[in-house]
């Protein structure tokens, strides 16, 4: 996964690589091969009809009454395909569409706390307004309140931009600090990495050494909370 991060620090904005972390042992690349040549993966129609109780025994012996030959073994076509959605309590399974997605938050004690419309987000990385690096706290505080659900790595493109990213890690390393990121004009939405996509709170983590830099987006979309206790009876 590769994308553009448009970054804003101390009055300063570039576009920037976005990636996931490298692997410590690269993964080896495999085909599978018979002897007439390599073998790839097809999405295909079965063929498979709607169960009938009439077919019987003696039908399955003479011929395929189960399966429409017409059909079986086709090619997917990816683009015309299209997702059904099914009641499962329907006693004759038919495609549904007056249906509405819903969000439903809980508390930190599991209990259901409200219902809304489901929202649908689209990537804010690379827009007009960059993401701007805002308030920061101690890295300890950070990892203790929040529950990071995916790390990437912050990269240079070129040698300004390699300069930028190594002053802000160098920043970030020597405060012991990481630093939060927010989207949109003024600076204040969470970070969504692709389309109809998860909205994180996202952090920036450095590290320099000899000259080089690490850079790190920690994503979180979990706030790490007690419950509250109720109060003893007096």
Do not use: C
Request: net charge negative; charged share 25%; glycine share 8%.
């Amino acid at each position: 996964m590769s994308m553009i991060l448009h970054l804003e620090h101390s009055a300063r904005s570039a576009r920037v690589a976005l990636h996931g972390l490298p692997l410590e042992r690269p993964r080896q690349k495999t085909q599978n091969a018979t002897a007439v040549g390599p073998v790839s993966t097809w999405r295909v129609v079965t063929g498979a009809r709607k169960s009938d109780p009439s077919i019987g025994y003696d039908d399955l012996l003479e011929g395929d009454p189960e399966i429409d030959l017409a059909l079986a073994g086709t090619e997917v076509d990816s683009d015309s395909a299209t997702p059904a959605w099914f009641d499962p309590s329907a006693a004759e399974p038919r495609p549904i569409g007056d249906f509405a997605d819903v969000d439903i938050v809980y508390d930190a004690t599991g209990a259901e706390k409200t219902r809304r419309p489901h929202l649908v987000r689209r990537p804010n990385l690379n827009e007009l307004h960059p993401v701007k690096v805002g308030k920061r706290l101690p890295i300890a505080d950070a990892l203790t309140a929040f529950a990071f659900k995916q790390t990437l790595q912050v990269a240079h493109t070129d040698g300004l931009t390699f300069e930028f990213l190594h002053d802000l890690a160098k920043d970030l390393a020597d405060k012991g600090e990481v630093a939060l990121l927010g989207a949109g004009p003024k600076g204040n939405l969470p970070l969504v990495l692709r389309e109809h996509g998860t909205a994180y709170r996202a952090f920036l983590y450095g590290e320099v050494a000899e000259g080089r830099y690490k850079l790190l987006l920690l994503l979180s979309d979990q706030e790490l909370k007690l419950p509250e206790t109720a109060g003893e009876d007096t």
